[in-house]
């Protein structure tokens, strides 16, 4: 069962993963149940499990608002949940859909996992939220979950903290890439860690998809286009994004700059523009959030790739781009050495002038750029659904196993033959995680050269069947 705090209408990096997973998980012949804060615009799916929302304010998110409602209302949903009777919860966010999936599996003393999408101190940070109101959000979660929490202390402080309540009791911590331990010290024992990179299915458009693209906003056949994919937000690194476009429209008037995401701060993107200098707005296309087919149909028609951002923890976007053979330009060093593209896009200076020149770079040596972008598609075909899928798999099979003894943790960079891991049916209470996580690949030991995030998720499963053969050893014996 998943919980997650964002699901569609809103579109992001989360609901993404999280799609990709259950469709991978419901085609392997799972039964797989997703808890999500409702909205009036959702359409039914199978398996969705919609709780009362409110509107947060903040980047059209809305949050199951059960942790606010009277005890025997919050019992209830609990109860109601606790009857699809999962074998795991696998936490995707940390909001209150999260929390939720936190009680419920204490509840029930089934596996919790939690995957680590979302760099919490650096969207803290970006939106500039005071500590005040962390620590009275704190104090409701520590409440919920009927447990002391440490409440003193600054923004930092008060996130690590929430972080120990939500993933101290998980059986296993997911992150997308390394870039995420660079960032923030999570709480959790290296033993407990997995690295599983999200996988991306290619969604290919023509060449007259492309064309349509650019006719309809009004861009020309030859005009240089510079895409990027995401919210049009302050926390995706679009201040730097602008006036570095300012920078190659000086060298290419003919340049096109082309955001497709959701705008949530139209004042501030406005301020943005007509701080660049003039004609660098009537050069800046704003899309707004499409669905997939649309922006398959704008990496078909862009040139660049263009992703300024230092708080994305994956950056899927990053592969849409590169399965489209897009080459890319970064300003995260951690995303550009452990993301999922193995180094094959340019690194530039969080600076205009750099983050421009390399930009302008691309769109002008074309031959440079079809290399780079070849070899950025070749790495991400790599990660696919399937694989990330049978990865999960193999954590939740871990996570279930009642071995006590250590695991030899496999090579992290050897190749094993794929093959599905099932998840082991919830029997007696499993035991405390620790060595019996071993076959899980600690993300600390991934090798610091690139390339290598596949592997990790290939070992994994490998060493997941190894689990899944001791343990029906354990409950059926030799013969």
């Not at 919609?50 to 919050?74: E, F, I, N, Q």
């Not at 870039?179 to 709480?187: H, I, T």
């Not at 286009?225 to 570095?244: I, Q, S, T, Y």
């Amino acid at each position: 069962m998943h919980f997650t705090d964002t699901y569609l209408p809103r579109r992001d990096g989360v609901v993404t993963s999280l799609r990709t997973l259950r469709a991978a998980q419901a085609a392997a012949g799972h039964d797989v149940h997703c808890v999500v804060p409702a909205h009036k615009d959702q359409q039914d799916e199978p398996g969705l499990l919609r709780v009362p929302a409110l509107a947060c304010g903040v980047a059209d998110l809305r949050l199951a608002r059960w942790a606010l409602c009277a005890r025997s209302t919050r019992e209830q949903l609990v109860a109601d949940l606790a009857a699809y009777r999962p074998d795991v919860v696998h936490v995707h966010t940390p909001g209150p859909a999260g929390l939720l999936g936190v009680l419920l599996a204490a509840r029930l003393g089934v596996p919790l996992v939690q995957t680590y999408h979302t760099d919490l101190h650096a969207y803290a940070e970006a939106y500039r939220v005071p500590g005040w109101a962390l620590r009275l959000l704190l104090r409701l979660y520590a409440g919920r979950l009927g447990v002391p929490a440490a409440l003193r202390g600054d923004r930092a402080a008060v996130l690590s903290e929430g972080n120990r309540l939500l993933l101290g009791d998980a059986r296993a911590v997911v992150v997308p890439t390394r870039a995420v331990l660079d960032r923030v010290a999570l709480p959790v024992p290296a033993q407990r860690m997995a690295l599983i990179p999200t996988g991306v299915a290619e969604r290919p458009a023509s060449r007259a998809e492309a064309g349509a693209f650019r006719a309809g906003h009004g861009i020309g056949p030859k005009d240089p286009v510079v895409l990027f994919v995401g919210r049009v937000n302050r926390e995706k690194g679009v201040d730097l994004l602008v006036p570095a476009f300012a920078r190659v429209l000086a060298a290419t008037p003919r340049a096109r700059l082309v955001l497709v995401g959701a705008v949530y701060e139209r004042r501030w993107l406005a301020r943005l523009l007509r701080a660049a200098g003039p004609g660098v707005a009537d050069r800046v296309v704003l899309t707004g959030q499409q669905p997939p087919h649309v922006v398959a149909a704008a990496y078909a028609a862009a040139d660049v790739f263009a992703f300024p951002s230092r708080t994305d923890t994956q950056a899927l976007v990053l592969q849409e781009a590169a399965l489209a053979g897009l080459p890319a330009v970064l300003a995260d060093p951690s995303l550009h050495r452990y993301g999922t593209l193995d180094g094959n896009a340019v690194l530039a200076e969080p600076d205009p002038a750099a983050f421009g020149d390399a930009v302008l770079k691309l769109l002008t040596d074309r031959r440079a750029a079809r290399r780079l972008g070849a070899a950025a598609r070749a790495c991400a075909a790599g990660h696919t659904p399937q694989r990330y899928a049978e990865a999960m798999c193999a954590v939740y099979t871990a996570a279930h196993a009642p071995v006590r003894t250590a695991v030899a943790t496999p090579d992290p960079v050897a190749h094993a033959a794929l093959a599905p891991a099932p998840v082991i049916p919830a029997g007696p209470a499993p035991a405390p995680l620790g060595p019996a996580l071993g076959p899980l690949v600690p993300a600390a030991l991934v090798p610091d050269a690139p390339g290598r995030a596949v592997h990790v998720a290939d070992a994994l499963v490998a060493a997941a069947q190894g689990v899944d053969d001791r343990v029906r050893l354990a409950a059926h014996g030799a013969g």
